[in-house]
């Protein structure tokens, strides 16, 4: 292919003093033309080459002329993940050791999202988990993980420390983005909490879910219909146990069916609320909590 490209660019190749302007102009076009000529017909024989070496090249042809209407994404889960570090410290340890995400957003002052892993494949993000009963969440999920020190309660108890109003923007877009893409559904958008609530608390009490939720990101509760039934728990006590824990399952979380209010039950519950109860993280199956348990939407259609 060199003899089409070098002849009459290369750098230093200067005007003949025996030739005019014109001339020069002139050989110069008529050069080009027959290169282009030539190429034309070097692609054609080597379009049918190519042609020819597919027919007869393998044990198959590959024919990707025609298309099925019925498929869809594998993903219907996506997972948000707080990073407990820096950004450097995260994106180190997302690009160099056997834990990684699809995405991270930084808390720069304009959000930067690195985007480290192919939708279309898996991301190793979630560890043993469980969402709906589906227990291998890494293969159908996308990992995105929020740089965010890890969260701790402050002097007056609030939840901390808050997530920039520009990383929370990124996130919600970005969600957004990735939800549409796939057909992910509202419920189906959850914390690593949620899915793995005995071992993780990221995204923490500190993540605005609500704020997401009003973005049209995510799942929340009916607020009017939790009040009252809020309201009908205080008057006669919040329900038992196996009500809890069958309530808890309804919702996606995996959670024993002991009928008590044992260890995984308990944990469970405190992970519902960093979802749905921020300002009051306490495990205990109080009557908000049931309230608003009972008040979260879940068709399961995701899954
Ligand atoms: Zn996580």
Not at 20 to 28: A, G, I, K, W, Y
Not at 69 to 84: E, F, M, P, Q
Not at 259 to 264: C, L, P, R, T, V
Request: charged residues 20%.
């Amino acid at each position: 292919m060199n003899e089409f490209v070098l002849p009459q660019y290369q750098i230093g190749t200067r005007l003949q003093p025996q030739k005019t302007l014109f001339t020069f102009v002139r050989d110069q076009a008529l050069a080009t033309l027959a290169c282009c000529r030539s190429l034309l017909v070097v692609l054609l024989l080597l379009a049918l080459a190519g042609c020819a070496s597919q027919k007869s090249g393998g044990p198959y042809q590959l024919d990707e002329t025609l298309k099925a209407n019925g498929k869809n994404s594998r993903i219907d889960i996506i997972v948000l993940h707080y990073t407990a570090s820096t950004k450097p410290s995260a994106l180190l340890t997302l690009t160099n050791r056997e834990v990684s995400a699809h995405y991270v957003v930084s808390d720069d002052s304009k959000p930067v999202v690195y985007k480290l892993v192919d939708e279309n494949l898996s991301a190793w993000h979630a560890g043993e988990s469980s969402w709906y009963g589906r227990t291998f969440i890494n293969p159908r999920s996308i990992g995105i993980e929020i740089v965010h020190p890890g969260w701790a309660r402050n002097s007056s108890g609030d939840a901390g420390p808050l997530f920039p109003a520009p990383q929370i923007d990124a996130v919600i877009t970005l969600t957004r983005e990735v939800a549409k893409r796939h057909g992910v559904a509202p419920e189906n958008i959850v914390g690593h909490s949620d899915v793995a609530p005995l071992r993780k608390q990221d995204p923490g009490p500190a993540f605005p879910w609500k704020k997401l939720a009003q973005a049209g990101v995510g799942r929340w509760f009916d607020e009017a219909a939790a009040d009252k039934y809020q309201a009908e728990y205080v008057r006669y006590g919040p329900p038992d146990a196996g009500w809890f824990q069958k309530q808890l399952k309804r919702v996606g979380y995996s959670v024993p069916e002991s009928n008590y209010f044992d260890a995984n039950t308990l944990h469970t519950i405190a992970a519902f609320q960093m979802h749905y109860r921020p300002e009051l993280v306490n495990s205990k199956p109080d009557a908000q909590t049931a309230a608003r348990l009972r008040a979260l939407p879940t068709n399961g259609s995701g899954l």
